[in-house]
């Protein structure tokens, strides 16, 4: 057996192994069902971002927090959409604790964020993967608004227990 050959079939067993997850993910992705791509997420997040910037009630947030940084800011998103619709695992970030330091976000912003976001998808992806899309989004938005009133210290008291 020539030198090296253990080590060249582990490894060749390890790229297999590789290749299995990202099969297995891929059969397990909330988006594989409803046809969601890579380039559909790309086309997706763009189109939602551009609208987003000349919205004149989220342009002035998201430009004063991203500043010059779009770039890089729209290909974490890809990376993040990437991650909740096919679980690639792209995504390494805390949207939560991002969210939670903008200052002057209210519910209202996530209404008209979720509204841009329905109108978006709607136009670039097919209906079942608009559905998704908006499903996922809505889920995402509810949980920042929770958090960020969390951090707020503006939650609603609790019901009183039935007595």
């Known amino acids: ?22 099969a297995r993910r891929a059969q397990l992705a909330p988006g594989t069902p409803a046809g969601v791509t890579e380039a559909m997420i790309h086309d997706l997040v763009h189109a939602f971002y551009g609208k987003a910037r000349r919205d004149p009630a989220l342009g002035p947030i998201f430009n004063r927090v ?10 974490k998103l890809c990376d993040f959409w990437s ?35 329905r109108e978006t998808a709607a136009e670039v992806c ?6 998704l899309f ?3 989004a809505e889920m995402i938005g509810q949980s920042l608004q929770l958090g960020i009133a969390a951090s707020r210290g503006e939650l609603p008291c609790a019901p009183p227990a039935p007595s």
Do not use: C, N, Y
Request: positive net charge; proline residues 7%.
């Open 1 to 22: 057996m020539r030198a090296g050959a253990p080590q060249m079939h582990r490894m060749s067993k390890d790229a297999e192994a590789v290749k299995a997850l990202s």
């Open 66 to 75: 991203i500043g010059d940084g779009w770039d890089e800011h729209l290909a």
């Open 83 to 117: 991650s909740v619709m096919l679980m690639t695992g792209r995504f390494h970030g805390s949207p939560m604790a991002a969210h939670t330091r903008i200052e002057g976000v209210r519910p209202t912003h996530f209404a008209r964020w979720l509204h841009l976001w």
């Open 126 to 131: 097919p209906p079942d993967a608009a559905a």
């Open 134 to 136: 908006v499903a996922k």
